[in-house]
């Protein structure tokens, strides 16, 4: 294995797998994603099919 760790992002030389402003803009992206995720499952009718089977 190879110890120059280098950002899976970018591509440059990075202590880490992503270096920090790779993570930022990955945590912003995710942040964004579940926000359209938590959206769609609110308009799908998920939650209120698990409120169905818990009264059953
Ligand atoms: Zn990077």
């Given at each position: 294995m190879s110890k120059d760790k280098k950002c899976?992002?970018?591509?440059?030389?990075?202590?880490?797998?992503?270096?920090d402003p790779c993570k930022a803009s990955v945590q912003a992206e995710a942040a964004g994603e579940k926000a359209k995720m938590e959206r769609s499952v609110k308009v799908g009718g998920k939650m209120a099919d698990e409120q169905s089977k818990k009264r059953s």
């Open positions: 899976m992002m970018c591509g440059k030389p990075s202590p880490d797998t992503i270096c």
